[in-house]
């Protein structure tokens, strides 16, 4: 399970941002997660309430924002949100697709006190 390696690792961010601004506690943090990232969300929440126990951030949430699969079209260049993770253009069902976005895995906010 490697959502507990990647919790730790938003941990270590939350802690690092927390003590350069004086913080002495974390509420939450915001976090981009694309769906292609290979994160279940579901296990992250569960490694985070784990990671915490006996810091500052115990008790805290992540606030998990989805990215979509994005896609570009080699052949006609139109971009789209991918559904279904189906790799396609929806203009001219080209298969030759790039993929421009929903690997996201990134710490966008963090609310400290
Ligand atoms: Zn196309």
Not at 5 to 29: F, P
Not at 54 to 74: F, M, R, Y
Request: charged share 20%; aromatic share 6%.
């Amino acid at each position: 399970m490697h959502e507990m390696s990647i919790a730790e690792g938003i941990l270590d961010i939350a802690l690092d941002t927390m003590r350069q601004n004086n913080g002495i506690i974390i509420h939450s943090v915001q976090l981009d997660l694309g769906l292609m990232s290979g994160v279940e969300p579901d296990a992250l929440l569960f490694c985070w309430d784990a990671v915490v126990k006996g810091t500052a951030a115990e008790g805290s949430k992540i606030d998990i924002h989805t990215i979509p699969i994005t896609g570009q079209c080699l052949d006609c260049d139109a971009v789209f949100d991918v559904q279904n993770y189906a790799f396609i253009c929806p203009h001219c069902e080209s298969k030759y697709i790039n993929t421009i976005g929903g690997r996201e895995l990134q710490v966008t906010s963090i609310d400290i006190d």
